[in-house]
């Protein structure tokens, strides 16, 4: 367990899991989908990745976040957004119907906070994720990492976004 912290108003919480870095492969995940399927990194095959990780779709910023993010790589070829959080599959579902979003991927890290763990942003006392946007290329190799130290800010979507279309060819 890492000694790393997350903000919440100022307040520090815990985060469990070491951090990523640019350059390592995206460690596999296991996460369930609105319809409660599973969905693996591997089911985004030869993508570019945008992960998208907030703490509750239903908090402003983060349905900010998963909208801004999701409006500017629908422009992108070969590019998905996957939205991650503990929210429950349900209220995700929820979410992206009364947003009136086709089409966005929101998968839940519920059922064991696995991915939170793995990708270093389990803030285990309050078990939600730290806000945090990784990209990966076509073969999920990490090409930028943005962990946010306040989970009441904003990431930066014009760095995470040129990172994605960097890799467009």
Known sequence: MSARTVNMGGVPHPVEGE???VGE????FTLVDNSLST???ADFGK???LISVVPSL???I???QT???NEEIAKIPNAVVITVSVDLPFAQAR??????LEGVVTLSDHRDVSFGRAYGVLITDLRLLARAVFVLDEDNKITYIEYLDEIKKHPDYEAALDAVRSLVK
């Not at 492969?25 to 596999?28: I, L, N, S």
């Open 19 to 21: 951090a990523l870095h």
């Open 25 to 28: 492969f995206a460690p596999g």
């Open 39 to 41: 969905k693996t990194l």
């Open 47 to 49: 993508k570019i990745k």
């Open 58 to 60: 239903d908090t402003g």
């Open 62 to 64: 983060c349905d900010q």
């Open 67 to 69: 909208r801004r993010f």
């Open 95 to 100: 979410w992206c119907g009364s947003a009136g």
